[in-house]
């Protein structure tokens, strides 16, 4: 159009030059006519220069008004080359189709998404892009589709002008496309018409919106929600008691095992603090492995601890630190060994090591103290035999040497029966009368 009223003004300019011309052509040629048609002459060509010079004017203003025309011309094709470029460089496939759904345009991101080139997807019915599955049973949703927007078509094609309110007829619909020689591809489809004045819908737009990233993702969420779960319940069924915390000491994650151990259940602990759940009694402690695991990464050691029903028990404990994606300490992971009772074991089995180690310090000191009062309680015998009957004293302090060495024996051999472990009603040994006669 621009083209033909450029073409238009140069010719009209053109005549407009020949004119001139002519009109040069008249004057001159009035020099040499007669006076008595000079007059009639000039007031001919006063006319004619009056003419040209209206053409001039309205010469100018078409040049001006085709100037005008040509930079908005070339705005106008620069809108459309960006709005072309857009359309092309879209990163959802977009299609162009009449009424009928013939393909008029296609972008790349749709012809990527069908595996075709646009060129050859020029002139075909859209429908043989739509998967068997959605296309060819009777209640399918590109049935459904294809209606909806046939109604509206014909609708708007009966009334003339009166459009709906809103051009978009399909939002967002999801349907299965038949990309060439690969799987269906999930899409989000949304269709617009675009009305004009005198026939209704001129053509269709076609936006498809691929899900297949939406649905690897739902995929591997889905994974991960089920290995978390798997993992879970591992951790529901080992026998430590494994919980999670926060950088904040706000306890996250608390296994069967815990609640076994602490008799607190997961929903009483979850939020709370640790330490002043199981910690009360050594935060000092607590504070220097929490720095040393921030620090190295891990500590390993034992732990005195409070249940719910204010028992102590023992643990032995693991503390890791758990990482985020970027590399940033993120929570602290604890697994709690209950060593309680192999701490008493332990306990017990020194006691009994100590006993025997004073039984067979007993056993030796009752070996040297029956070799010291052998030989006195012998001699103290033999010598009332020896002494005559007259010195009377002298047998009398014999005999109390004789009565206290085995009394001092009796002693040795109650304590040499406790420290074999004899556990005899018989021979019980009253340490504190041991200790009071051998004082």
Known sequence: MVSDVMMNFSRFEQEVQEARDRLKIIQEDTLDSPSSLQEWHSETISELSYAIEELDVALEEMRLQNEELLVARQEVELKRQHYQELFELAPDGYLVTDERGIIQEANRAAAALLNIASKYLIGKPIDIFISPSDRDCPDSKWL?????????????????????????????????????????????????????????????????????????????????????????????????????????????????????????????????????????????????????????????????????????IIVESRWSLVLDDENQPKSILIVNTDITFSKQLEASHLRCQRLEAIGTLASGIVHDLNNILSPILGLAQFLQVEIEPADAGVKDRLKIIEINAKRGAALLKQISMFACGIQDSRYSCQLVCCSRNLS
């Open 144 to 312: 459904q589709i294809t209606r909806s927007f046939e109604d509206c078509c014909c609708h708007s094609n009966h009334n003339g002008c009166k459009h709906p309110a809103s051009p978009l007829l399909i939002n967002n619909e999801e349907i299965y496309l038949q990309p060439r020689q690969q799987e269906p591809l999930l899409v989000a489809l949304s269709v617009a018409a675009s009305y004009n004045a005198k026939d209704g819908v001129e053509s269709l737009r076609w936006s498809l919106r691929d899900l297949s990233e939406r649905q690897a993702a739902i995929r591997e969420r889905k994974q991960a929600q089920e290995k978390i779960s798997e993992q879970a319940a591992l951790l529901d069924v080992t026998t430590d008691a494994i919980l999670v915390c926060d950088l904040h000491k706000q306890i996250l994650f608390w296994n069967k095992a815990a609640e076994k151990l602490y008799s607190w259940t997961r929903e009483e602990v979850l939020g709370k603090d640790i330490l002043a759940l199981l910690c009360q009694n050594n935060l000092s402690q607590l504070a220097k492995i929490e720095q040393e695991v921030l620090q190295k990464g891990s500590w390993h050691g034992e732990l005195n601890q409070t249940t719910k029903a204010r028992e102590n």
